[in-house]
């Protein structure tokens, strides 16, 4: 029997939010099937340790640490793809950041204005910065939306709207960059055991049951389910795909 296809060789990615959860897996994931990963989180000890076990086994990698709400910081990693392997052909806009549900007039002005700028204002950068590069020779994008980004879920209201501004984004940049051979999708992400999800659970136990109490399949994904899904949208297996909005979400988006 022939040996299975790596569908990402020959890609350089660049992996946002790489630091922990659905990034970290996706970093894992994508260099076993064979692409060169650029990993940009915040946290530069987390980067290290991914990173370091990724060299371990092999894998091309490199670290790039940076808040996506600094456009400098997403320009210096784009230019981190293109300088260490050669160009950038891929990206996972994987950051994002939300609070538990609270009322609109509860809700501090700094929560509202931390969940755009992460989810909104960070997609934008990478698009911004990754998209020129990829004009040059095609490309893949993927950003990482949410069930908020179709639905009330529960979540903060500012989480839900700017989710489904990250659809928006998404729609729109593939629309004006299909001409260039880039395709862009979102993926409409259910609830995940990430850190971010784990410690509002311990916050709030009951979350656990109430999120998944919509979906056809009770009970959250796991960080690789979703990271899966991303290295589809990147590979040439989707090559008919752009513009979309994927679900992994357990079905909850079916009903």
């Known amino acids: 029997m022939s040996e299975a296809v790596r569908t990402l060789s020959g890609r350089t990615i660049m992996i ?25 989180a915040r946290r530069k000890d987390k980067l290290e340790e991914i990173a370091a076990e990724i060299r371990a086994a ?19 990693a784009v230019a981190t793809a293109v300088s260490t392997f050669g160009g950038l052909n891929g990206a996972f806009n994987n950051a994002g950041w939300g609070t538990i549900g609270t009322l609109i007039h509860e809700t501090p002005d700094a929560d509202f204005e931390r969940t755009m700028d992460v989810n909104v204002r960070g997609t934008w950068n990478c698009l911004k910065h990754q998209l020129p590069v990829m004009m040059e020779s095609g490309g893949s994008v993927v950003n990482t939306s949410s069930t908020a980004g179709e639905f009330a879920t529960g979540a903060g209201a500012a989480y839900v709207a700017a ?68 290295a ?14 994927i679900p992994v979400d357990g079905g909850a988006s079916a009903i």
């Open 16 to 40: 946002t939010g790489a630091s922990s959860g659905i990034g970290a897996a996706a970093a894992r994931w994508f260099v076993s099937e064979g692409a060169a990963v650029v990993l940009m």
């Open 58 to 76: 092999g894998g091309r990698v490199e670290v790039t640490p940076g808040d996506v709400t600094d456009a400098d910081a997403v320009e210096r």
């Open 163 to 230: 989710k489904h501004a990250v659809l928006g984004l998404t729609r729109a940049a593939a629309a004006e960059y299909g001409q260039y051979g880039v395709r862009i999708n979102a993926l409409i992400v259910g609830t995940t055991r990430t850190e971010l999800i784990e410690e509002a659970i311990r916050v709030f136990p009951p979350l656990e049951q109430g999120a998944v109490a919509r979906q056809i399949q009770p009970r959250m994904a796991e960080p690789i389910e979703v990271a899966r899904a991303a």
């Open 232 to 245: 589809w949208l990147l590979s040439d297996q989707a090559s008919f795909v752009t513009g979309g909005a």
